[in-house]
């Protein structure tokens, strides 16, 4: 869509059909929703001054650039938002070339910029990095790198700071935005190349003097940060004023150095039910316009919501428990904790490599830490796993959510690697739960338990619910059913699937074990369950490579067992596409279904 010769009204009614477009399509297909409404004038403003086509446009989590699909050739597909096959819910190359990075993960946009300013320089290019970062992921120190780097070789790069909920500018109001509005004033930036010039051909007292009075100025703005670390700031500026955005972001490309434009901007604009800091209104399902309220509520209780109710009452009777989670209380569970107990549970913002090193001293302390953190944010923290935890062999308990196939946030999100990266980490041990009551013992056996520990368990609820289990022993299995000749050997949620595919056999009658641990394997029940079962079918929500099979594959080839068959329904080497989970499940050919009818073709042969 050429926008670049749309009057300032013309914009602000596209904008308004943008929002529309964004707030009719969430609302079918659920997404990001409070941020990407709130950045449709920025997004706006970029495509007006810059050329999409050759300006890498880098967003950071790339959550809120549906106006900038919206605006590259994707109107009449946007309806197919997050749903299998259709238009991804972040920034995806192989979905158009308009989208110069896949993103999905918080604070990486910055050093993507510097890379690509350095690649443009080499190339001897005119063209120019933009990069769109919310204020949240500026608690990330992977941004303060880039910024230092950035700062020092002065590569032409405009940074879009949108501050929409932590408030950079708040403590100094008004006169803030005062200052603020004349710098970003082309007069302004004149009158400082002007003076810079002159400083140089003055004598070293004079210079000194107009420094320290031009220090003194930039005290009461908050572009301090920025200008010490030798980047340009100009702001703040309303985000959702077109003329003055347009306006500032002419400045910053025409300075040809590093820039920080802030820009204030109000989450779930357009739409006041969802209007300001509401994390509910981030990432929503389905929804009623009208009022708000979702359109369909799941009947059984989350894995999350398990995990943070039984949690909050061990930790009412236990002092010794602690916990933290990096920017995700309300999607940990943690949220309730925080709340109730603010010196013993903590949110340190996108941060989980501090996240996983801060538990650590509270482990050596005698505290009992829980690490509340999603399976694919988790693995930002990895060496700190290694180095600040399991190398100490510390009793900090992993919790981690959203392990499996998370549906429409895709290849960014999916929990498939946990397993593999965690297993193997020496020192570190792996359990998981299969329904509440076992979720419930597994974080009671953890409490108690004073070495690394890592919990995995799906996003949303478990697929059963059937079964009593007995109290989790370190490295103990359980078997849950006997059955004939055929083994089902089931890891956390992997058990359900089993369950679930059982139910499903018309002639078979499988044996279902609840592996529990897959580090330690229940070395001795696996070594005589071999005695009587020839064929193992591995059900479990994680990759294949280095997977549960794998583990199990390792024992047997240790302990010298040769005559077991054995076929895994793990993950494909491959990344995740997004789309409603069932959708996933169906072309990764895991669901009970499709795993019944191969096992009866199977058994037949």
């Known amino acids: ?257 590093p820039v920080v434009v802030h820009t204030q901007t109000t989450k779930g604009k357009g739409y006041k039910i969802a209007e300001g800091p509401h994390e509910h209104w981030h990432g929503v399902g389905p929804f009623d316009i009208k009022t708000g309220k979702p359109l369909k509520k799941s009947s059984k209780k989350s894995a999350t919501a398990i995990f943070s109710e039984h949690l909050l009452k061990r930790a009412t009777q236990n002092s010794k428990i602690v916990g933290v989670t990096a920017a995700m209380p309300s999607g940990t569970g943690l949220g309730a904790l925080i709340e109730k107990f603010p010196d013993r549970f903590w949110d340190v913002a996108i941060a989980e490599q501090h996240a996983v090193t801060s538990m650590g001293p509270l482990a050596k302390e005698g505290f009992k830490p829980f690490c509340a953190i999603y399976s694919t944010f988790l693995q930002r923290g990895y060496d700190q796993i290694i180095h600040d935890i399991a190398l100490m062999d510390l009793g900090v308990v992993f919790a981690i959510d959203r392990a499996g196939v998370v549906g429409e946030d895709g290849e960014t999100h999916q929990g498939a690697f946990d397993i593999s990266y965690l297993r193997v980490i020496p020192n570190m041990h792996l359990a998981a739960p299969f329904n509440e009551n076992s979720f419930k013992k597994l974080i009671d056996f953890a409490i108690e338990f004073n070495r690394p520990l890592a919990i995995r368990y799906p996003r949303g609820s478990f697929m059963s619910d059937d079964f009593e289990v007995p109290d989790f022993e370190l490295g103990k299995s359980h078997l849950l059913e006997d059955g004939e000749d055929i083994l089902f050997i089931g890891y956390g949620n992997g058990v359900g699937r089993a369950i679930e595919t059982k139910k499903l056999l018309k002639k078979l009658n499988p044996a279902i074990l609840d592996l529990r641990f897959v580090k330690p394997l229940d070395k001795d029940a696996l070594i005589n369950l071999a005695k009587k079962y020839k064929k193992w079918y591995i059900f479990s929500d994680g990759a294949y490579l280095g997977g549960v099979a794998s583990a199990i594959l390792e024992l047997l080839e240790k302990e010298n067992i040769k005559d077991i068959k054995l076929e895994s329904f793990e993950y494909k080497d491959i990344f995740i596409p997004h789309g409603k989970t069932i959708d996933v499940e169906e072309f990764l050919e895991i669901t009970p279904a499709q795993i019944a009818k191969k096992i009866e073709n199977s058994e037949r042969i």
């Open 1 to 257: 869509m050429d926008i670049k010769n749309y009057s300032i009204n013309e914009l602000e009614e596209l904008a308004k059909k943008i929002r529309e477009k964004i707030l009719t399509t969430v609302s079918k297909n659920g997404g990001h929703l409070s941020s990407t409404l709130g950045a449709v004038e920025l997004i706006i403003a970029m495509h007006y001054v810059f050329d999409a086509k050759k300006d890498p446009f880098i967003f950071d989590v790339s959550h809120q650039a549906y106006a900038h699909k919206l605006l590259t050739n994707r109107w009449d597909e946007f309806d197919t938002l997050r749903q299998f096959g259709g238009i991804c819910g972040y920034t995806d190359p192989k979905e158009s070339e308009f989208d110069y990075y896949k993103a999905g993960h918080s604070s990486t946009s910055i050093s993507l910029a510097v890379g690509a300013a350095k690649a443009i320089k080499l190339k001897n290019e005119n063209r120019t990095p933009v990069a769109l970062i919310g204020d949240g992921a500026m608690s990330a120190g992977m941004v303060y790198e880039a910024l230092n780097e950035l700062g020092d070789r002065k590569y032409p790069v405009v940074i879009i700071l949108n501050d929409n909920e932590m408030s950079i500018a708040k403590p100094i109001g008004a006169v803030s935005r005062y200052l603020s509005k004349g710098m970003a004033s082309p007069f302004y930036q004149k009158l400082k190349s002007k003076v810079e010039s002159i400083l140089e051909h003055m004598p070293q007292s004079a210079t000194y003097l107009a420094k320290r009075f031009e220090e003194s100025f930039r005290l009461i703005t908050p572009g301090l940060l920025f200008e010490e670390l030798g980047i340009e700031y100009i702001g703040p500026v309303d985000g959702h004023d077109l003329e003055s955005l347009i306006e500032t972001l002419k400045i910053a490309k025409e300075l040809k150095k």
